[in-house]
């Protein structure tokens, strides 16, 4: 069953504040950083960024982000539209549709070899109500923790075992995740249209990922559906009260501050790319590299430290 449904909803506070807001607002609710706008030149400082990022560690000169989301959510599209910006031309390497049952059934790994680089997107089966459909909650752990391999085949009824022969007891720095993204479907979260299901398998989720201390993001998809003026304007998303509105409803529903949650666009119908399109994505895709490289060395530093203690005593 998909984390969307018509079961009785938690009331939400952000729900509350913003009923009769207008649907756009005279002062954005966001800004760009300094050399920000919505221009082609800063869609080509993004993506030069981005391409010359690098980390501390010799041995990962890739960032891994882990995405994980029901069904629908924009998963396939998010994944569509970064290959696109990154081959500079419509592309899919991730199907995408409207199926009531994941596509994804095995763990994929986009690569980019274009105008980005420097990361890696691992794509999983959509996280779904019930304990036996869609990916396992352990099954997660071990995604992040790097157990397993590219291609692994999920079976909801029949978890990974750590007895398993593909399974990898001392995964490499390489292996592991360094930052995950949940991605929600902009309407479903500002309509306050979450089950107390979906709730709370995504507050499971989220304890077991914050024992971690693994950065985690939100991306917001479909925000054109959700804002007709957004999807008139796309620059128009900084100031709509309806975007606002579901931005601070995740942050509630996912306890993540509202820095952290990313309002996207994703390429579904287009036939060619847009700079002031590209923007979204690659604003949302810079904050995950950022992210997983502090990760990173946080944990490189950690675990210096724990070898000189040891040394020590």
């Known amino acids: 069953m998909p984390l969307f449904g018509k079961e009785k909803?938690?009331?939400?506070?952000?729900?509350?504040?913003?009923?009769?807001?207008?649907?756009?607002?005279?002062?954005?609710?966001?800004?760009?950083?300094?050399?920000?706008?919505?221009?082609?030149d800063y869609k080509e400082s993004l993506l030069q960024e981005i391409k010359n990022w690098k980390t501390k560690e010799d041995s990962v000169q890739n960032i891994r982000i882990l995405l994980l989301g029901p069904i629908k959510a924009g998963k396939s599209a998010f994944l569509n539209t970064v290959t696109s910006i990154d081959k500079?031309?419509?592309?899919?390497?991730?199907?995408?549709?409207?199926?009531?049952?994941?596509?994804?059934?095995?763990?994929?790994?986009?690569?980019?070899?274009?105008?980005?680089?420097?990361?890696?997107?691992l794509d999983t089966m959509g996280v779904e109500e019930g304990d036996l459909c869609g990916?396992?909650?352990?099954?997660?752990?071990?995604?992040?923790?790097?157990?397993?391999?590219q291609n692994y085949e999920f079976n909801p009824v029949s978890p990974i075992k750590a007895e398993s022969h593909f399974f990898k007891k001392e995964p490499r720095k390489k292996d592991k995740v360094q930052c995950v993204v949940f991605m929600m479907d902009a309407n479903a979260v500002g309509q306050n249209n979450i089950t107390d299901a979906a709730r709370r398998k995504i507050y499971s989720l989220q304890s077991k990922l914050e024992s971690k201390r693994i950065p985690r993001l939100l991306l917001l998809t479909k925000i054109d559906v959700l804002c007709e003026k957004v999807?008139?304007?796309?620059?128009?998303?900084?100031?709509?009260?309806?975007?606002?509105?579901?931005?601070?409803?995740?942050?509630?529903?996912?306890?993540?501050?509202?820095?952290?949650?990313?309002?996207?666009?994703?390429?579904?119908?287009?036939?060619?790319?847009?700079?002031?399109?590209?923007?979204?994505?690659?604003?949302?895709?810079?904050?995950?590299?950022?992210?997983?490289?502090?990760?990173?060395?946080?944990m490189s530093v950690n675990t210096s430290d724990s070898e000189d203690s040891a040394m020590e005593s």
């Not at 409207?98 to 070899?113: I, N």
Request: with cysteine; net charge negative.
């Open 231 to 298: 999807e008139k304007d796309i620059t128009e998303v900084y100031t709509s009260a309806k975007v606002q509105n579901a931005v601070e409803m995740a942050a509630e529903l996912f306890h993540l501050p509202v820095r952290n949650i990313f309002p996207v666009k994703n390429y579904t119908s287009e036939v060619g790319l847009k700079p002031t399109q590209d923007i979204l994505p690659l604003l949302a895709l810079r904050e995950m590299i950022r992210f997983g490289t502090d990760y990173l060395n946080e």
């Open 88 to 121: 500079e031309r419509n592309a899919e390497v991730a199907p995408a549709g409207g199926a009531q049952r994941s596509f994804t059934k095995t763990l994929q790994v986009f690569r980019p070899d274009g105008k980005l680089g420097n990361f890696r997107l």
């Open 9 to 40: 909803k938690i009331p939400s506070t952000a729900a509350k504040k913003v009923q009769g807001a207008p649907v756009c607002k005279p002062d954005p609710w966001r800004e760009f950083e300094e050399n920000g706008s919505w221009t082609n």
């Open 135 to 149: 990916l396992n909650e352990d099954d997660i752990l071990y995604i992040v923790n790097g157990n397993i391999d």
